[in-house]
């Protein structure tokens, strides 16, 4: 499936988000493309924009398309997209930014759950939007 803006077959993490999924790994068995996909995640929720030229991509791990989004492709770039277009980011920029996305939110990850237990945790953990919907709801409910 080609969505504007992201026609590409593989990504290619720079050298420091390579070295996190590792470390990651260890810490959580768990792989590489489920250390990005949550990265992408944890990012988006985020309140600042990544910069986008912050990550170089010349000595990270390289993969395949369907290895980092699998199943998934569909979920990942709609919220992805969502944040694109809340955030004014044209679609030639979309693979820019979703390249920062990715780098930054490994980093993100691997400071926060330094375990399992640390991740699940972190997923439960509310985004800063639910947040600002529960006490919108409980101020009009009063």
Request: some cysteine; glycine content about 6%.
């Amino acid at each position: 499936m080609e969505i504007k803006g992201f026609e590409f077959k593989r990504i290619k993490l720079s050298e420091k988000a390579t070295m996190k999924c590792r470390t990651f790994k260890s810490r959580t068995g768990l792989t590489l493309n489920i250390a990005c996909r949550l990265g992408l995640a944890l990012s988006i929720t985020e309140p600042n924009k990544p910069d986008k030229n912050l990550y170089s991509d010349d000595d990270g791990q390289e993969i395949s398309r369907y290895t980092f989004l699998g199943e998934h492709e569909l979920s990942l770039l709609s919220l992805f997209t969502f944040w694109c277009h809340e955030n004014g980011i044209p679609s030639e920029e979309y693979y820019d930014y979703l390249m920062a996305h990715i780098n930054r939110g490994v980093e993100i990850l691997v400071n926060r759950a330094r375990g399992i237990d640390e991740l699940a945790n972190l997923i439960k953990q509310p985004t800063i939007g639910t947040l600002k919907e529960e006490n919108t709801e409980e101020n009009h409910d009063r």
